[in-house]
């Protein structure tokens, strides 16, 4: 009788057939059968919060959006500075969360306000990362 079993060794994943002898003190040898690969799907990064006058961040003026964190990371590169134009989907600074680079991009067009992060800061889930009007 022949038996399957999948086994995993360093991280890569076997199927190992086992076969049961009838005579006793036999040994049972076993052949890994080629690595099955399993795909992945790629992580989706979320779109950055935004939020405008009249919630819970009231130091912004009507019509700005506030760009925050969707995850909690370290902030690697900005790519924009204070009075530059963007465009929405533009790239405005590159989150390392996960041993992943996450673009975090522009939810409107307008103009940088303010930032509120350095390169090399750690960031939490909904900090506010800059201020676009």
Same mark, same amino acid.
């Given at each position: 009788m022949r038996r399957k079993f999948k086994v995993i060794?360093?991280?890569?994943?076997? &199927?190992?057939? &086992?076969?049961?002898?009838?005579?006793?003190? #036999?040994?049972? #040898?076993?052949?890994p059968s080629a690595p099955q690969v399993a795909t992945v799907p790629?992580?989706?990064?979320?779109?950055?919060? /935004?939020?405008?006058?009249?919630?819970?961040?009231?130091?912004v003026a009507e019509?700005?959006?506030? /760009?925050?964190?969707p995850m909690p990371g370290k902030i690697l590169d900005i790519k924009v500075k204070?009075?530059?134009a963007v465009k929405k989907g533009q790239v405005l600074l590159i989150l390392e969360a996960m041993k992943m680079e996450n673009e975090?991009?522009?939810?409107?067009?307008?103009?940088?306000?303010? &930032?509120? /992060?350095?390169?090399?800061? #750690?960031v939490n889930r909904g900090d506010t990362l800059l201020v676009i009007g």
């Open positions: 060794v360093n991280g890569k994943e076997y &199927i190992v057939e &086992i076969e049961e002898l009838e005579s006793e003190g #036999s040994t049972v #040898s076993y052949a790629r992580a989706k990064v979320k779109e950055p919060a /935004v939020t405008t006058a009249g919630s819970e961040r009231s130091e019509g700005e959006g506030v /760009v925050s964190a204070t009075g530059d975090i991009v522009a939810p409107v067009d307008g103009v940088v306000k303010d &930032i509120m /992060v350095n390169a090399g800061d #750690s």
